[in-house]
């Protein structure tokens, strides 16, 4: 089993590597966010161990950046106590568990063993896109780790076009798919309903591209 430890405490990475080398598995070190990703990218590994504050990246962007990428290793977050996050943030950005800071080794090990024993789920994947966030089996979206209240046709808008990330959807295509047919549906009803998730998801996100629709931008300029 190989495992990565993304921690900026150099000396608690280190006692975690010969801690769990001990125990018998592979263990590689990353002592920044961007290392850590690119580590958590190229490796192959059985579960990553990820600490929040880190220097470059957060873990959260780099636990968003592994799920945004389809990569289902599975992750345990260290966090200090106190901090900015709590643990609802951790796994609504994707983590699998979540250990606070001071934690006991021994506590750190059954958690760890039984990540190991579950695997990496096939779960209802988390859309995000940038600091977006939209679970479909939760009904819950997020920016930045804050909830977004939407009403269930824009959140419908939100996912479809979450689903297509990058790519120019038309209004025919919206309409299709988020209104039932002939029901609610004014000639501008997408307008209207992109302006109102505008207001609540941030207005460069979602781009009018002229004559052919609208895009969902994942990290705006
Ligand atoms: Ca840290």
Redesign the pocket.
Known sequence: MRLLVV???ERLAAALQRGLQGEGFAVDVALTGPAGLDLARHGSYDAVIL????PGLSGYRVVRALRAESNWVPVLMLS?KDGEYDQADGLDVGADDYLTKPFSYVVLLARLRALLRRGAPRRPAVLTAGDLSLDPARRRVTRAGVEIVLTSREFALLEYLMRRPGEVVSKIELLDHVWDAAVDTAPNVVEVYVGYLRRKVGRERLETVRGAGYRLVAEPA
């Open positions: 921690e900026d405490e600490d929040v504050m880190l200090a």
